[in-house]
């Protein structure tokens, strides 16, 4: 039987690095992003808000007009030309329905291609058949939807071993990392691994907050990407540190309702935090 591992502080920080003298913004990693439509531009806005919080070199930002302009508002350190990145986050706030064929067709390519991509959300229709190195960040209808696609059993999880069951089997059906969202985070790996992560608070159930996990992984993602070459198992551990941050985010943006941009904000703190040695679930 496959261990399931219990994702922590250590875990997470080991996936971590301080950038250095010798640091530029390439060496700390670069983000593309294609998420938010016309209809959804905040999801744009959370999860560049997101991958920039959780520190990287630079973020491109390669969406529709609306949610560009809005970006820019944010964050106007946000590149919006095309150029050099180390993965890709695509799908937020998009709808598989209303997309552009052009974009279609750009998401296809990036899906054929040799950098890691972060799939979320609207996108999660392109997962078959692609090659590129994917984690995908589905909720549960979600990655119902996405098993269909894949022509796996329709299944309804009734408990967290059902959950890692079908998690599994997706990730080894699609040789992609699957990270799905719940109160209780299940991170699987083409090759079987599995990691739990427990860290979020139930105040992150409200509108904004899957875009802002897409943003942290991507980050984080882009980060790695800078060092080394990911394929799909390696993304599966640094989807798990992502949703550790992103849960005690989540935590620290409180005590009480908190809203996505709020758990945004509170990103730095989680990390700064891991990087001199403490550990956020002590608090």
């Not at 016309?38 to 959370?46: D, F, H, I, N, R």
């Not at 079908?166 to 790996?189: D, N």
């Not at 409200?206 to 993304?235: E, F, N, S």
Request: glycine residues 12%.
């Amino acid at each position: 039987m496959v261990e399931i591992h219990e994702w922590d502080a250590r875990d997470t920080v080991a996936l971590l690095r301080k950038p250095t003298a010798d640091d530029h913004k390439y060496s700390r990693g670069v983000l593309g992003v294609r998420t938010g439509s016309q209809e959804y531009p905040g999801a744009a806005v959370l999860g560049v808000e997101a991958a920039w919080r959780t520190g990287i070199g630079m973020v491109r930002y390669l969406g529709p007009e609306r949610p560009a302009d809005l970006v820019l508002q944010r964050r106007p350190e946000t590149v919006t030309a095309p150029g050099r990145v180390q993965a890709w986050l695509i799908g937020s706030g998009t709808d598989a329905a209303t997309r552009p064929a052009a974009e279609t067709a750009r998401l296809g390519e990036l899906l054929q291609g040799d950098l890691p991509v972060v799939v979320d959300a609207g996108a999660l229709d392109l997962v078959p058949g692609a090659t590129a190195p994917l984690v995908v960040t589905p909720h549960q209808s979600e990655h119902a939807r996405l098993r269909g696609l894949l022509g796996l059993d329709d299944v309804t999880p009734t408990s967290l071993a059902d959950r890692i069951e079908a998690a599994r089997e997706t990730a080894a059906a699609a040789g992609i990392a699957v990270l799905l969202k719940g109160a209780e985070t299940v991170v699987a790996a083409p090759d079987g691994w599995t990691a739990v992560v427990r860290a979020g608070t139930g105040w992150l159930a409200t509108a904004g907050t899957g875009d802002v996990l897409g943003g942290i992984l991507g980050a984080v993602v882009a980060a790695r990407g800078a060092q080394r070459d990911l394929d799909a198992a390696a993304l599966a551990p640094l989807a798990a540190a992502a949703a550790y941050i992103h849960g005690h985010a989540g935590r620290g943006a409180g005590p009480g309702p908190i809203t996505a941009l709020d758990v945004a904000e509170a990103v730095p703190a989680v990390i700064d935090e891991l990087l001199s040695g403490g550990d956020p679930a002590a608090r």
